[in-house]
């Protein structure tokens, strides 16, 4: 009877032993089969932020031919002759504006509102003169009227006041000519006062001034508190300057001594003497522009500076300024362009 349980046990264990076992070859449902995919990886998207519009570019008061060079988030100046549009008192065409705006709509606008319409004028053969006091309302809607149409980030009330009307009239479109004294500097900032405290509606800088350092016009214009946002002027250099590097920054020190309003330089460029062809305008001088501008980006955040505008973007041939001659790329466009789309990789 003993043996009979000792194999009853052995029995019983043996069959718990085998139903474990047999779990393993149950018969049941085919697995699933899982085809070969092609695995799919994920990487976090790198977003490089674009610089702020501190670096911009004159396109003077023509847009094609030249809205292809330009960088992303570039300050765009546009050059808009008050005579041209308002020849006759109180009618505007916009015809060739809006036609040349639409190009660069997308983009930080710095227009530049100068030269007076005959009607206006205080010199009758100068469109660079001054206007005549009465005539101070007809240019204030005037501005009001570009501010409303055209949307853009800045205003600059004149281009070189600061000249005196000696020169033939026929190159009163690039100049300012209010003159170039102290009394001059005063009515020309009681001039830009009228306009700032009538808009308020976008930032204005005045002067684009020619000569900060040789006369006494600056100390004038800031002596009538015109009220802008920025004092503009301009600052060239090039094989003609020796050490011209730092002239831009000489001339906002002494800006700077007279003014704490942030300064704007709405032109500035890197020239070489002749605007023809010429064996000094080639390699060596282009490489020393794009060096020039380089510098100024490296260094305009030690000065009371908010803001830098070559001269020019594209094919416009004065003593070889522009960053594209005749279409091509020129080095200096190199280092305008990567400063505002700037490339993560070597």
Known sequence: ????????????????????????????????????????????????????????????????????????????????????????????????????????????????????????????????????????????????????RYSPRYIEIWNEPDVSPTFDPDWSIYFGCWGNLYSDGQYFGKFVKYITDNIASVEIMAGGFSNVRWNDFLGGFLSSNPGVDYV????????????????????????????????????TSYTCPTSGPNPLCEDEFEQAQADYLQYILDNY????????????????GWVHSDLVESNVKKPVWYIYKNELEPNPYP
């Open 1 to 148: 009877m003993k043996y009979m349980r000792i194999v009853l046990l052995i029995l019983v264990m043996a069959l718990i032993l085998a139903g474990c076992r047999g779990r393993d070859t149950i018969i049941g449902p085919a697995p699933i089969s899982i085809p070969d995919v092609e695995k799919i990886y994920y990487f976090p998207i790198l977003l490089f932020p674009q610089r702020d519009s501190h670096l911009g570019v004159d396109i003077w008061n023509r847009s094609v031919n030249k809205v292809q060079y330009l960088a992303n988030n570039s300050i765009v100046k546009y050059v808009l002759m008050w005579n041209d549009v308002e020849a006759v008192q109180g009618i505007y065409d916009w015809t060739y504006v809006d036609t040349q705006m639409a190009l660069v709509k997308d983009y930080p606008l710095l227009i530049n509102i100068k030269n007076t319409p005959e009607w206006a004028r205080r010199l009758p053969l100068y469109s660079c003169s001054s206007p005549r006091e009465e005539y101070w309302d007809n240019f204030l809607w005037f501005v009001d009227s570009v501010v409303q």
């Open 232 to 267: 503009s002027f301009h600052q060239y250099a090039g094989l003609e300057f020796p050490g011209s590097f730092d002239y831009i920054f000489t001339s906002s020190e002494y800006v700077s001594t007279l003014t704490d309003i942030p300064q704007f330089i709405t032109e």
């Open 301 to 316: 955040g030690d000065y009371n500076i908010s803001g830098i505008v070559w001269f020019m973007l594209a094919n416009n």
